[in-house]
């Protein structure tokens, strides 16, 4: 199946410090989604973008579809305990089929 | 809260038995994906229905099964299984149509599958 890479694996942060993580594909992509999860929960959909070059914000968070549509990033700003989790970049292709999911970024916020 | 319904929460069983864990999607998507995320591991696809039909499979094992019915709930049939199967199974939905662009997948708060 497609694989989306996800750098870095894990984070480990100041509060108040800012975080950035990026997923890349070999393949083109017409939406990214960004997710957050909290253990033993579902993940909570965070961003979604649907044009090459969009900056989307919501909140301290900020996320931007790569130019050449094989690529992602998600900034925090001011990080609080409360950004602890796992980030998942996901992706879907033109067919409108599955979404493809990326290997997760696990942040830790150190008070 | 998503939308996305999923039960039970948790589940436990013996190997070799069979269990059926049920999605509810939210209002309007025709889309359901199921997704198994074993313990600290990503999301590995299982398989997409859309209104009633399968659209997507992912690696879904044989000893695995799904089925979207006619209101658009979809069930997942686990069978024969075995301690490696135990894992966190998570339902999405999104109001994609095939070649249809500009759509989001929400997540249901999963079912815990142990096998024992």
């Known amino acids: 199946g497609q694989q989306l890479n996800q750098s870095p694996q894990s984070m480990f942060i100041q509060e108040g410090e800012d975080v950035s993580m990026n997923c890349t594909s070999s393949s083109i992509f017409n939406t990214w989604l960004w997710y957050k999860q909290d253990p033993g929960e579902g993940p909570v959909l965070l961003i979604a973008l649907y044009k090459a070059g969009e900056l989307t914000s919501n909140g301290r968070l900020t996320a931007q579809f790569g130019i050449t549509r094989k690529d992602s990033f998600l900034n925090i700003s001011a990080s609080i305990p409360s950004d602890v989790g796992i980030y998942f970049c996901a992706g879907q292709g033109r067919t409108g089929n599955q979404f493809y999911f990326g290997t997760g970024t696990s942040l830790t916020v150190i008070p | 809260d998503s939308g996305v319904t999923q039960t039970p929460k948790h589940l436990i069983t013996a190997t070799g038995q069979r269990v059926t864990l049920r999605c509810s999607p939210r209002s309007g998507d025709l889309s359901v994906y199921w997704y198994q995320q074993s313990l600290d591991q990503g999301l590995q696809f299982l398989i997409q229905y859309y209104n009633g039909e399968e659209r997507a499979k992912g690696n879904i094992l044989e000893r695995f099964s799904a089925q979207q019915f006619p209101d658009l709930h979809s069930e997942l049939n686990l069978s024969s299984l075995e301690l490696g199967d135990s894992a966190l199974y998570f339902c999405?939905?999104?109001?994609?149509?095939?070649?249809?662009?500009?759509?989001?997948?929400?997540f249901g708060q999963g079912t815990r599958l142990t096998v024992v």
């Open positions: 999405a939905s999104s109001a994609t149509l095939p070649g249809k662009l500009n759509t989001e997948a929400f």
